[in-house]
């Protein structure tokens, strides 16, 4: 069984400040990992992944995440929040398996101050 | 291309009342889904499907029914809806029928679903 858990339901950044959203999984079997961005009433944007290939991925809108096996981490950050970054995010994993089955994390919401 | 379409957006039952909520792509992909999202829970996947006329359970399936005639659509039927069942609902898409976790699946932009 998978399983990611997402620190922080809520983090509030002020305009201009690093962005760290927290991600940790759980899998038995080498996972694939997704960060997803959920603009308000829209459907979710995939954002960047990592399939098993470099493990500092880069995303769309400036953001990245890095993969560390050892703390069973994929971070997602931003060096400088923009107005625009004020979205919901979530973390998903997948086993690789049928149905490509998207395990996600609650979410996390950012609120980007001026 | 519209990508992923769902419709209704928005929709009030009443328990005991039956609904089917549409979802379409016109990207000629193989694998689509169907979601829930509560708050705190993220998504919940309840259905899934690798081709037209083959659907599979996913994390969430009671009270659910799906089936896939076509390639493009992919349509999910709440037979006697509960309360339990208020969520937003969202399909989702991908290119290969494997479904292989290296496709980006794209998402429509929900139906949000109350039942009283």
């Known amino acids: 069984a998978q399983s990611v858990t997402q620190l922080g339901s809520h983090v509030s950044v002020s305009e201009g400040a690093l962005v760290l959203l927290r991600c940790n999984y759980s899998s038995s079997v080498p996972p694939y990992l997704f960060w997803y961005v959920q603009y308000p009433n829209q459907g979710l944007q995939l954002l960047l992944k990592?399939?098993?290939?470099?493990?500092l991925v880069k995303g769309i809108n400036g953001f990245e995440a890095e993969f560390k096996k050892s703390e069973t981490s994929f971070h997602l950050t931003k060096p400088s929040a923009h107005m625009s970054d004020a979205a919901e995010y979530f973390c998903a994993v997948s086993d690789g398996g049928a149905g490509n089955m998207l395990t996600f994390g609650g979410g996390t919401r950012l609120m980007v101050k001026p | 291309n519209a990508g992923v379409t769902q419709t209704p957006k928005f929709q009030v039952l009443k328990t005991g009342q039956s609904m089917t909520l549409q979802c379409a792509q016109d990207?000629?992909?193989?694998?689509m889904s169907w979601y829930r999202q509560d708050p705190g829970m993220g998504l919940r996947l309840i259905h899934y499907s690798v081709g037209a006329g083959i659907t599979d359970q996913g994390e969430v399936p009671n009270g659910y029914n799906v089936s896939r005639s076509t390639t493009e659509d992919f349509p999910l039927r709440l037979l006697s809806a509960a309360p339990s069942q208020t969520s937003v609902y969202f399909c989702?898409?991908?290119?290969?029928?494997?479904?292989?976790?290296?496709?980006?699946?794209?998402f429509g932009p929900g139906t949000r679903l109350t039942v009283l």
């Open positions: 990207m000629n992909h193989e694998y």
């Open positions: 989702a898409s991908s290119y290969s029928r494997s479904g292989s976790p290296t496709d980006t699946q794209y």
């Open positions: 990592y399939t098993s290939a470099a493990t």
